[in-house]
T-cell receptor, first 113, second 112 residues
Framework: NAGVTQTPKFQVLKTGQSMTLQCAQD?????MYWYRQDPGMGLRLIYY???????DKGEVPNGYNVSRLNKREFSLRLESAAPSQTSVYFC????????????FGPGTRLTVL | DAKTTQPPSMDCAEGRAANLPCNHS???????VYWYRQIHSQGPQYIIH???NNETNEMASLIITEDRKSSTLILPHATLRDTAVYYC?????????????FGDGTTLTVKP
């Protein structure tokens, strides 16, 4: 039981490049989340998915897209990376619904030059 | 979901109790209080949650005031490994309730 896994752990991009951050959970959770954390700051919600097939915007969705591929996987895509998107990205999942206890992955550290 | 207010930082002596306060004056009747902590840029870790009664588990105790407008997380015997950022959030378990806001949390430093 790995919990919540994220790939990659580290990534460096140039401005304008695109990439997809992957997240998977093996706890059969319905809800999944993407957060970003800038240095010295708290977590801000980018997007969440209450259940398979649904996604909703969080506090800071601009510049990102998400896909809830199936119940296990929730990916975050940066279409054209900008330096302002340099951050640590955390994926989380919860059951049985939005608002339940969240379990977090180890994070992806992204630098955009 | 309701917002929370926490002090930005606190110190605690090793072996003593750490009491971390949280204000959530706009909490609704169906919203739970959750506490998480984040150790040195790792993913946040769930600690405890409650609705209106006090709760205790192997990690901590949660005291919620009768009016539910504030709560206190208690680490009974703080160790150096408890140095972390502690987040208090309120959240409904309603599937249509949307999302929780984490805020900046309280940085707890446990000193020898």
């Amino acid at each position: 039981n790995a919990g919540v896994t994220q790939t990659p752990k580290f990534q460096v991009l140039k401005t304008g490049q695109s990439m997809t951050l992957q997240c998977a959970q093996d706890m059969n959770h319905n809800s999944m989340y993407w957060y970003r954390q800038d240095p010295g700051m708290g977590l801000r919600l980018i997007y969440y998915s209450a259940s398979e097939g649904t996604t909703d915007k969080g506090e800071v969705p601009n510049g990102y897209n998400v896909s809830r591929l199936n119940k296990r996987e929730f990916s975050l895509r940066l279409e054209s990376a900008a330096p302002s998107q340099t951050s640590v990205y955390f994926c989380a999942s919860s059951l049985p619904t939005i608002g339940g206890t969240q379990y977090f992955g180890p994070g992806t550290r992204l630098t955009v030059l | 979901d309701a917002k929370t207010t926490q002090p930005p930082s606190m110190d605690c002596a090793e072996g003593r109790a750490a009491n971390l306060p949280c204000n959530h004056s706009t909490i609704s009747g169906n919203e739970y209080v959750y506490w998480y902590r984040q150790i040195h840029s790792q993913g946040p870790q769930y600690i405890i949650h409650g609705l209106k009664n006090n709760e205790t588990n192997e990690m901590a105790s949660l005291i919620i005031t009768e009016d539910r407008k504030s709560s206190t997380l208690i680490l009974p015997h703080a160790t150096l490994r408890d140095t972390a950022v502690y987040y208090c959030i309120v959240s409904s378990k309603n599937a249509n309730a949307g999302k929780s806001t984490f805020g900046d949390g309280t940085t707890l430093t446990v000193k020898p």
